[in-house]
């Protein structure tokens, strides 16, 4: 069964950082692109970043200049490191594989980020 772990969640104070980590037990070729995505309590599920096989990527306007995506191919693990985080940024944080077989999805992780 092919699964996303992720990692790094947990609850920051306005301005800190936090580094989220996703592996994947899929094969390297057979991913299109990963990327995170978060959702907020009432809110829909929204992208904040994503990076294809490539290594192109693409963020969300409100976090760009402050969040940053990469992806170790040889661990098949993206990260996503986040740097002057605000309130807003608090959510679930899903982890996501773009694979030929379609789309995974990681259990989630909360992100907290206190005023």
């Known amino acids: 069964q092919v699964q996303l772990v992720e990692s790094g969640g947990g609850l920051v104070q306005a301005g800190g950082s936090l580094r989220l980590s996703c592996a994947t037990s899929r094969s390297t070729f057979s991913i299109n692109a990963m990327g995170w995505y978060r959702q907020a309590p009432g809110n829909q599920r929204e992208l904040v970043a994503r990076i294809t096989r490539g290594g192109s990527t693409n963020y969300a306007d409100s976090v760009k200049g402050r969040f940053t995506i990469s992806r170790d191919n040889a661990k098949n693990t993206v990260y996503l490191q986040m740097n002057s985080l605000k309130p807003e940024d608090t959510a679930v944080y899903y982890c996501?594989?773009?694979?030929?077989?379609?789309?995974?999805w990681g259990q989630g992780t909360q992100v907290t980020v206190s005023s």
């Open positions: 996501n594989a773009n694979t030929v077989w379609g789309d995974d």
